[in-house]
């Protein structure tokens, strides 16, 4: 295996000590040790693996040994996230930017644009209210080509974020940034849009306080804390659903795992239809969605 300008050829005998070393103090944090060294290191898990069983194979690393454990040692010793510190997630099939401006995408709120693909056509014109990095519209504008999107966050330094995700990774022109309160940027929109997706902070604020530190010192509060009850956000998101959406339209939610019946009495008494909910990997209700009964008029 030969270097290139972009990597450093290690032995796997070295990687294997190293790695030892590095986790000698804290075995329990191998998994996030492991993703550094594929995320910054340009290593997947089954290639550092299968040196166990041909150390003496050589493996390109995209940064040499000391820069990875200089990222690691500033993770343990101030918690940084090293999604952070490596500035980068892998999410859907995408590498995602990602910085303190915004909440790291969570794995399970992939489920939320598989739900709203499950629904069929009629994705004309969308919106995703509290965007953050921009995960979900940039997964959405790349599912429906010829869509058109509009990306809503109350936080500018989310927003830039999520531009420089978009212009990367969607197609030229699908999705506008708006900065604003949920749908107070949309007006135009109002009664127009097919899909809605949300993902709004819904933790209660006392469980906010709770968090693991690096959640907790390191994400924006607004991207996490949900109120006393934690559904503040979801409904205001969910009281002008019935106005925003276009008849027919859908409405999806992602919300805490304790949430799912609070979240249906509110869609069910904003008039929404077909309420429904769907399990993370887990099993928990983490999503909801129902819809704008198809009879109503659009400025209804
Ligand atoms: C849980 S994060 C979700 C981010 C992203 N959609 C994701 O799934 O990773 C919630 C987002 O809602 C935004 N937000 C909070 N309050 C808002 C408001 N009143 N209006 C619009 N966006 C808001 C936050 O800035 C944050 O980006």
Redesign the pocket.
């Known amino acids: 295996m030969n270097a290139t300008a972009d990597t450093v050829l290690v032995s796997g005998v070295d990687l294997l000590a190293w790695r030892r070393a590095c986790l000698r103090d804290q075995p329990a944090r191998r998994a996030a040790f492991d993703w550094l060294l594929d995320a910054a290191g340009g290593l997947p898990w089954r290639d550092l693996q299968a040196l166990v069983l041909q150390p003496e194979r050589s493996v390109p690393l995209a940064q040499p040994l000391e820069a990875l454990e200089a990222l690691w040692s500033c993770h343990c010793r101030s918690g940084v996230p090293l999604q952070h510190l490596v500035g980068r997630v892998p999410w859907r099939d995408l590498w995602l930017d990602v910085g303190p401006e915004?909440?790291i995408?969570?794995q399970e709120?992939e489920l939320l644009v598989d739900l709203a693909l499950t629904l069929g056509p009629g994705q004309g014109r969308w919106a995703?209210?509290?965007?953050?990095?921009g995960?979900?519209a940039v997964a959405l504008a790349r599912a429906w080509p010829g869509s058109t999107g509009w990306a809503?966050?109350?936080?500018s330094e989310?927003l830039a974020l999520a531009r420089r995700n978009l212009d990367r990774l969607a197609p030229a022109g699908a999705v506008a940034v708006l900065q604003?309160?949920?749908w107070q940027p949309l007006g135009l929109q109002r009664g127009r849009l097919d899909r809605v997706v949300a993902?709004?902070?819904y933790i209660p604020s006392i469980v906010v306080e709770a968090l693991d530190p690096v959640v907790r010192d390191h994400e924006?509060r607004?991207?996490?804390d949900g109120g006393g009850d934690g559904l503040a956000?979801l409904r205001?998101v969910i009281a002008a659903a019935p106005v925003m959406l276009a008849p027919g339209g859908w409405l999806l939610l992602?919300h805490h795992h304790d949430q799912g019946a609070a979240v249906r009495q509110l869609l069910q008494d904003a008039g929404l239809q077909d309420c429904r909910s769907a399990p993370d990997l887990e099993g928990h209700g983490r999503f909801a969605l129902a819809r704008r009964s198809s009879m109503e008029h659009a400025d209804g």
């Open positions: 915004a909440l995408p969570r709120t995703d209210l509290g965007t953050g990095s995960c979900l809503v966050d109350r936080s989310a604003g309160d949920w993902n709004p902070p924006p607004l991207a996490l956000a205001q992602e």
